[in-house]
C-alpha cells in the first residue's frame, strides 16, 4: 500500500477536522484547520494511505523555535506507522526553516503518543498539573516536551 505525506490544503479541511474529532475530540474545527494551512508561520502536514487522508499534523514555527499543535491519525490506522511518518515529516520541515528547537504537549497519561515522541528524540522539559479537563476523571497533567534538532542532519 503506498503511503505519502503531502502539504495540506484549506480544502482538506473538512475532512482533517473529522479525523481530528475521531482521534482526539472534540477536536479543532475545519475552519481552524482551513486556517493554520493558510497561515504562513504554520506548516500543515498529511498522510495519504491507500489514496485516503489518514492523517496530519500541524507545526508553528517563529524565531527559531517550533510547536507541534497537534497530530492526528485516524483510529484504524494506529500503530500502522502514518505517526511516524509525520513526525519525521514535521522534523524535517522545521530543519528547512532553520528551527533548533521543536516543544509539543501531552498528556502525562498518553502512553503511546509519549512513546512516539521518546522515539524521536523528544525529553520532558516541564509540566502543567491539572492542565487538560477531560471529561472521564480528575484533570489530567500535560508534559511539555522538547527537542533539539539545531545541528542536525537533514533527514531529505
Known sequence: MRVKVLGAVPEDASELAAIHHEALPPGWSAAEIAAACNAPERSVLKV?????LSGFVIVQMAVGEAEILTIAVTPKKWRQGAASLLMAAAIEACHQRLVSSIFLETAQNNISARG????FGFGIVGRRKNYYQTGRSAPETALIMKLDIAGRRSLG
Do not use: A, R, V, W
Open 48 to 52: 495519504i494511505s491507500g489514496g485516503k
Open 116 to 119: 512516539l515522541y521518546e522515539k
